[in-house]
T-cell receptor, first 109, second 114 residues
């Protein structure tokens, strides 16, 4: 079955860049996503990329996709304390979405 | 509605009781998903609806779990004879379906089984 892997924790200082990495196994995924979850809340869609793209930039967020290595990353520029949350990587294959276990980002002032 | 709405936001129940969790998707969204998130874990897929039918129920953990959707809108997830291991956050999400690529989540129902 599909498997999405992420590291569990990342700690950065305010103002630095954060890079959250994800690997997946399903080469037929059509879309890949990054979601953000703040405490007590549901998942908020941050950004997504179509599988035939290799980069997408949206303000402070940059998504890189290496389809050959099945590697997805999310770079957050100028990380703020409000970016502290759990970030989930997800892939879509037909009508099913598969999620990683989430990376907890801690931003130190 | 403006977003995916779930109720109740919190539910505390005793072991052995039945519970019903409700999800009201975004208006016009034909696809609806239920996920379970245990403490510190990722999202576990439970069931997917397209319209009122459920083409994929493969994630339901046991026959104590069932879900239905009526009128192509509201969905109810029912857990019978709850067990302590059912304690988790139950998340509902919806998308346009038919190729709609964005999945929108509700805030979840925190279920605690004592």
């Amino acid at each position: 079955g599909e498997d999405v892997e992420q590291s569990l924790f990342l700690s950065v200082r305010e103002g630095d860049s954060s890079v959250i990495n994800c690997t997946y196994t399903d080469s037929s995924s059509t879309y890949l996503y990054w979601y953000k979850q703040e405490p007590g809340a549901g998942l908020q869609l941050l950004t997504y990329i179509f599988s035939n793209m290799d980069m997408k930039q949206d303000q402070r967020l940059t998504v890189l996709l290496n389809k050959k290595d099945k590697h997805l990353s999310l770079r957050i520029a100028d990380t703020q304390t409000g970016d502290s949350a759990i970030y989930f990587c997800a892939e879509r294959n037909f009508n099913k979405f598969y999620f990683g276990s989430g990376t907890k980002l801690n931003v130190k002032p | 509605g403006a977003g995916v709405s779930q109720s109740p936001s919190n539910k505390v129940t005793e072991k052995g009781k039945d519970v019903e969790l409700r999800c009201d998707p975004i208006s016009g969204h034909t696809a609806l998903y239920w996920y379970r998130q245990s403490l510190g874990q990722g999202l576990e897929f439970l069931i997917y609806f397209q319209g009122n039918s459920a083409p994929d129920k493969s994630g339901l953990p046991s026959d104590r779990f069932s879900a239905e959707r009526t009128g192509g809108s509201v969905s109810t997830l029912t857990i019978q004879r709850t067990q302590q291991e059912d304690s988790a956050v139950y998340l509902c999400a919806s998308s346009l379906g038919g190729g709609g690529e964005k999945l929108f989540f509700g805030s979840g129902t925190q279920l605690s089984v004592l």
